[in-house]
């Protein structure tokens, strides 16, 4: 592939010796990734092609009894033969502790697109184990809004579970039988479009991820948004969440502020959060004295955990 005329706002040769391993979901936006020079994608799906997944995800109706993963990594090959794709027609939820080292252990970015809450809380657990950079990508019910969450290690404070702690509830009051939102919200609703319109944010912020520092506009992307780890898209011009009209709150409410815009919100982190809150004391615990009296990682205002709810 020729890359001459993207290399002005893309590290191409970081994006080429990059290796990125995607958990269900996001096939658009993993060819995407291989247009902008990825080379090495490990896809971790064990769902088979159904005939509605042609009107609304990157298949064709050919492709329809196969497994995702296979039909990806076929396309993948025919976008850049070059690229190096491994599948893994495995539920990542019971991946061993083995596998996960691995599939993830070496890869320079991992990309979380399930609608399912199991693995993209385990998505969280195993990014802070690895010291991985991490992207969650979803769709709110009925696709009306969407959300992208990225974690960097040295970077960011507040991980996946400090960001949607209100899901995180939730499905712990359902484990107790206790009424709560769903966690697990369906796909149902979300055209192609809408997916492409969310991933095409998220695919600016992995390749902001994997270029981070380079002298471009992609590379400065991650430094630009500091700690705003908690991204929401509105598609749906009157979408409100649980009646409240949140991007009004922050872009206003000129006649020209519509739809199809974000909001990057910044994200503090739970002091007691169970699954970082120790690494962060390691971490804190490793820096010299002088930089721990100054460190500031409790200036952040912290945003309302139901922005990033289940019930959006």
Known sequence: MNF????????????????????????????????????????????????????????????????????????????????????????????????????????DLLIFATDSFAAQARGNIEALRL????????????????????????????????????????????????????????STGGTILDLHLVDAIAGQIAVGLLTAGAPNRMGRLIGQLDQRNLLQVKIDPEYTLNGRDIFGQYLGNHPAQFSFGNIALPMEPEPDCPD???IRRAAQEAMPCEQSSNDTSHATPRADRSRSGSSA
Request: with cysteine; proline share 4%.
């Open 276 to 278: 970082c809150a120790a």
């Open 131 to 186: 010291g991985k950079p991490a992207l969650w990508i979803g769709l709110y019910q009925g696709a009306r809004a969407g959300e992208i969450v990225y974690y960097s290690p040295g970077v960011t404070r507040a991980c996946y579970r400090c960001i949607c702690s209100g899901r995180y509830d939730a499905f712990e009051r359902q484990a107790r039988g206790e009424a709560a939102p769903p966690v697990n919200v369906p």
């Open 4 to 107: 001459d005329r993207i290399r002005s706002s893309i590290d191409v040769e970081r994006m080429q010796n990059a290796r990125v391993t995607v958990v269900g979901g996001a096939y658009g936006l993993t060819r995407d990734l291989v247009h902008c020079g990825l080379a090495s994608v490990v896809y971790i799906d064990y769902d088979r092609i159904e005939p509605s997944n042609a009107a609304r995800q990157d298949f064709d109706l050919t492709d329809v009894g196969r497994y995702k993963a296979e039909a990806l990594a076929a396309s993948l090959k025919r976008l850049n033969p070059d690229v190096q794709v491994t599948f893994l027609l495995r539920n990542f939820c019971e991946l061993s502790q083995e596998d996960v080292d691995q599939y993830l252990g070496q890869s």
